[in-house]
């Protein structure tokens, strides 16, 4: 099968790590036999352009604002190219070249949804006229689409919501690559670096907007008023970095919170490896009930126990494999943390179940699998 792919972002900078979903399926593709061009949105380094996915052939796209109308002509040749057409996320530049590309080639479509993106947008500093725009974009593109993959249950009852119908709707959470991470990976260089000799503490994810280390700083603190054998690590980078530095800073707890900024995803499994418990903490709100977390899928197949808020689709997606807080409240997180310290025949009997849920469900095979699936639903009602 001849596959396009389109993510409105850039898949090789570390500015943008939420890519990861669909170079690793892109990849998965690839493996299975499938031929694959995926379209990306660099941020404008030219020297991005000549950087090869293995196996996928990449190609750039224009960002800029009235960029669209060229994008749309030169989707409409790819399209011509294409067995079926994949997009990923409702961004206007990218969702409407691929969707008129569908269209002009006769080719079937099919809308990878995995966050609510107007929910996440509303949490920033919106403008009203761009969020009444993007909602509508969201809410207009899983009618259109020929079939729709979603990330967690709650994106499919919004679909369903949608009027579309249960038959044109595939389930399609996040995966990790099992070989990248393993339980066998060593983590005692991370630790050398940071000289790290007790316990370790991990939170890993990018420090945008929607994301919660605020609440895991919060809990270190409550931690470390009686613990102090205890170091913790925020992995990944982002726009809010410089005020989590600074709420440490404010808390008095710099010596015992590390920051490592952005970090290469091929790099990230020797941290989780370093770590003795791992951190997955949300808010209960409209944004994380959608969320199929990527850390989570990683920590498994890592073979870590995990700490993390029960909200979502987390409890479905880490099983026996995690100890479940309250959302958003750095107690209840703190209190887990302390709880899986404490036990070490615990977290080696949660990382072992944590590992083999991974290898049977939260892998980017069994994902890409579920996504050919609907491909084959979309050419059989486009046929």
Same mark, same amino acid.
């Given at each position: 099968?001849?596959?396009?792919?389109?993510?409105?972002?850039?898949?090789?900078?570390?500015?943008?790590?939420?890519?990861?979903?669909?170079?690793?399926?892109?990849?998965?593709?690839?493996?299975?036999?499938?031929?694959?061009?995926?379209?990306?949105?660099?941020?404008?380094?030219?020297?991005?352009?000549?950087?090869?996915?293995?196996?996928?052939?990449?190609?750039?796209?224009?960002?800029?604002?009235?960029?669209?109308?060229?994008?749309?002509?030169?989707?409409?040749?790819?399209?011509?190219?294409?067995?079926?057409?994949?997009?990923?996320?409702?961004?206007?530049?990218?969702?409407?070249?691929?969707?008129?590309?569908?269209?002009?080639?006769?080719?079937?479509?099919?809308?990878?949804?995995?966050?609510?993106?107007?929910?996440?947008?509303?949490?920033?500093?919106?403008?009203?006229?761009?969020?009444?725009?993007?909602?509508?974009?969201?809410?207009?593109?899983?009618?259109?689409?020929?079939?729709?993959?979603?990330?967690?249950?709650?994106?499919?009852?919004?679909?369903?919501?949608?009027?579309?119908?249960?038959?044109?709707?595939?389930?399609?959470?996040?995966?990790?690559?099992?070989?990248?991470?393993?339980?066998?990976?060593?983590?005692?260089?991370?630790?050398?670096?940071?000289? =790290?000799?007790?316990?370790?503490?991990?939170?890993?994810?990018?420090?945008?907007?929607?994301?919660?280390?605020?609440?895991?700083?919060?809990?270190?603190?409550?931690?470390?008023?009686?613990?102090?054998?205890?170091?913790?690590?925020?992995?990944?980078?982002?726009?809010?970095?410089?005020?989590?530095?600074?709420?440490?800073?404010?808390?008095?707890?710099?010596?015992?919170?590390?920051?490592?900024?952005?970090?290469?995803?091929?790099?990230?499994?020797?941290?989780?490896?370093?770590?003795?418990?791992?951190?997955?903490?949300?808010?209960?709100?409209?944004?994380?009930?959608?969320?199929?977390?990527?850390?989570?899928?990683?920590?498994?197949?890592?073979?870590?126990?995990?700490?993390?808020?029960?909200?979502?689709?987390?409890?479905?997606?880490?099983?026996?494999?995690?100890?479940?807080?309250?959302?958003?409240?750095?107690?209840?997180?703190?209190?887990? =943390?302390?709880?899986?310290?404490?036990?070490?025949?615990?977290?080696?009997?949660?990382?072992?179940?944590?590992?083999?849920?991974?290898?049977?469900?939260?892998?980017?095979?069994?994902?890409?699998?579920?996504?050919?699936?609907?491909?084959?639903?979309?050419?059989?009602?486009?046929?």
């Amino acid at each position: 099968m001849k596959i396009l792919m389109v993510h409105p972002q850039d898949i090789f900078s570390l500015s943008e790590p939420w890519t990861v979903r669909i170079k690793k399926i892109a990849q998965e593709f690839v493996k299975k036999g499938h031929k694959v061009k995926l379209v990306y949105f660099p941020l404008g380094n030219k020297d991005l352009v000549d950087k090869i996915l293995r196996g996928v052939e990449t190609i750039p796209f224009c960002r800029k604002k009235w960029a669209v109308f060229k994008n749309i002509k030169k989707m409409k040749e790819l399209g011509k190219w294409a067995d079926v057409i994949h997009f990923q996320k409702c961004f206007h530049y990218a969702a409407l070249p691929a969707l008129f590309a569908s269209y002009f080639s006769n080719k079937p479509i099919h809308y990878d949804w995995d966050d609510w993106e107007y929910k996440i947008y509303e949490s920033g500093c919106p403008s009203k006229l761009i969020g009444y725009y993007l909602d509508l974009l969201e809410r207009t593109i899983p009618k259109l689409a020929d079939t729709t993959s979603v990330a967690s249950s709650h994106l499919k009852k919004l679909a369903l919501s949608l009027e579309v119908s249960n038959e044109r709707i595939v389930y399609a959470h996040v995966g990790a690559d099992l070989e990248l991470f393993n339980p066998q990976v060593d983590g005692s260089s991370i630790r050398d670096r940071y000289g =790290i000799s007790k316990h370790l503490v991990l939170y890993q994810g990018q420090l945008h907007g929607s994301q919660y280390a605020e609440l895991f700083i919060n809990s270190a603190e409550l931690i470390l008023k009686s613990n102090e054998n205890i170091t913790f690590m925020v992995v990944g980078g982002g726009y809010d970095l410089n005020r989590l530095m600074n709420l440490v800073k404010s808390k008095g707890i710099v010596d015992k919170v590390i920051f490592t900024g952005f970090v290469e995803h091929e790099e990230v499994p020797l941290y989780i490896a370093a770590s003795d418990v791992v951190v997955a903490c949300f808010e209960d709100n409209e944004i994380t009930r959608c969320k199929s977390p990527l850390k989570i899928a990683e920590y498994m197949a890592s073979g870590k126990a995990i700490v993390a808020s029960d909200v979502g689709e987390v409890k479905n997606m880490a099983g026996e494999a995690c100890l479940l807080t309250k959302p958003g409240d750095a107690n209840s997180l703190a209190k887990g =943390i302390l709880t899986l310290l404490k036990n070490k025949n615990l977290r080696r009997s949660m990382g072992k179940q944590a590992r083999k849920r991974a290898e049977k469900l939260y892998n980017w095979h069994v994902t890409s699998d579920n996504l050919l699936k609907a491909y084959s639903i979309a050419l059989k009602q486009n046929g």
